[in-house]
């Protein structure tokens, strides 16, 4: 079997895409550019409140930034015609925080539904290094193909987002081998290795599906305008991060409550010393340049129960609302039952994630047996000893 040769790519300013992609790509790709949303990084912070987005208003302003030049600058250089050298290299961020503090949300809002840009979300966990079992990372790219409809002009501005990147760290395995660092590493940190040059601005042999095989279509795709933005919980971070500072003092209280750090908590927050300091992550497990790559490292904050509070009545108990309503049954939930389930997520250390469940969980009951069988009623969800108690009238 001979192997095909990839479909050439490229761009309208300096170098020629190939016929079929010019006749075929190219004018719909300007006009897609042209008509790209660009509204002021406070525009784009309001148009996420009234999307539903609670809390984090610092990670919140810098991803708004992030996203105005992203745009701006792919408008300046296939509409204005502005030389790539001269404008500032595209972004990449990396999120740090909790469970539920709304990362990929914010991500997925921001880019996917206000900008409207291709935007691929991927479960970085997936992926291994090329010819292991695993997915290969150059098939990140073609997930990113194919949110953008299968045109590799479009998918050249489109927006990454890593999720679970703190996963593929590597420093959870301590063992030390003659030839450590020139083997190959089936664990994360060959796939940081894979990771480097796609951050970077490179040319990708990108397959057009999902595949293993070597045989397969792809197309040649560069990197030079993705933003890759990754996100991870990070859970132990802040207790290397500890430990390193307390490394250099000299004197008593070194254990763990001189540093405050709880080992066994999840719902921690990240000061910006911590997340700056990449010797932290390469404590954690991270190649150092991969790290650097990052323009810009974001910390997230665990959400309080106000804004937990918030995201509960105005996302989770209004869809719920609507569907009790379209069944016929009005949902009737006491204040103190929101304030109960928000006290729940925060012991657990789930954060938003949790508040959906804990509702939907004491409501299953209920619409198995009234929802296609009953004809209307009041369901009301009250507090009654501690305890979530639902009512049918």
């Known amino acids: ?12 300013s300096g170098m020629e895409p190939n016929r079929k992609v010019r006749k075929q790509g190219l004018e719909h790709f300007i006009k897609f550019v042209r008509e790209l949303p660009s ?19 610092h990670a919140r302003r810098a991803l708004c930034l992030m996203a105005y030049r992203h745009v701006k600058r792919v408008k300046r250089i ?8 001269d404008l500032p290299r595209k972004s990449n961020f990396l999120c740090v925080g909790p469970t539920g503090s709304g990362k990929t949300f914010l991500v997925e809002t921001l880019f996917g539904k206000i900008l409207k840009l291709p935007t691929a979300l991927v479960d970085i966990t997936t992926y291994s290094e090329t ?10 790219l073609t997930r990113l193909l194919h ?16 999720d679970e990147f703190d996963k593929i760290a590597s420093g959870q395995n301590n063992a030390i081998f003659a030839g450590a660092g020139t083997t190959k590493d ?3 940190m060959g796939v940081q290795r894979e990771l480097l040059k796609m951050l970077e601005s490179s040319e990708v042999v990108v397959p057009l599906d999902l595949t293993h095989s070597s045989y397969a279509d792809h197309v040649v795709m560069s990197t030079a305008d993705i933003a890759f933005i990754a996100a991870g919980a990070f859970s132990g971070f802040q207790q290397i991060a500890h430990r390193r500072a307390m490394r250099d003092q000299i004197g008593f209280g070194r254990d763990q409550e001189a540093s405050g750090a709880d080992p066994d908590t999840i719902a921690v927050d990240f000061s910006a010393e911590q997340v700056e300091n990449i010797a932290n992550f390469q404590a954690y497990g991270f190649l150092p340049e991969l790290v650097a790559r990052f323009t810009r490292v974001v910390p997230f904050r665990s959400l309080d129960a106000g804004t937990l509070k918030d995201i509960l009545r105005s996302d989770v108990v209004l869809r719920m609302t609507k569907e009790f309503k379209l069944e016929g049954f009005e949902l009737v939930i006491e204040e103190a039952v929101l304030d ?14 949790g508040l959906a469940s804990t509702l939907t969980r004491h409501l299953e009951d209920v619409a198995f047996g009234a929802f296609g069988v009953e004809q209307g009623g009041v369901v009301r969800v009250a507090l009654k000893d501690g305890d979530i108690a639902v009512d049918v009238g």
């Open 340 to 353: 109960h389930i928000v006290d729940d997520s925060i012991k657990r250390e789930i954060g938003a994630r």
């Open 186 to 188: 089936v664990t994360g």
């Open 1 to 12: 079997m001979v192997k095909r040769n990839p479909i050439s790519y490229d761009y309208p």
């Open 39 to 57: 509204p002021s990084p406070q525009a784009m912070f309001q148009a996420l409140h009234e999307h539903g987005y609670r809390g984090q208003d």
């Open 131 to 140: 010819g292991y079992v695993g997915q290969d990372p150059s098939t990140i």
């Open 78 to 85: 296939y509409v204005d015609g502005v030389d790539r050298a």
């Open 147 to 162: 949110t953008a409809d299968e045109n590799p002009m479009l998918a050249s501005i489109g927006i990454v987002c890593l």
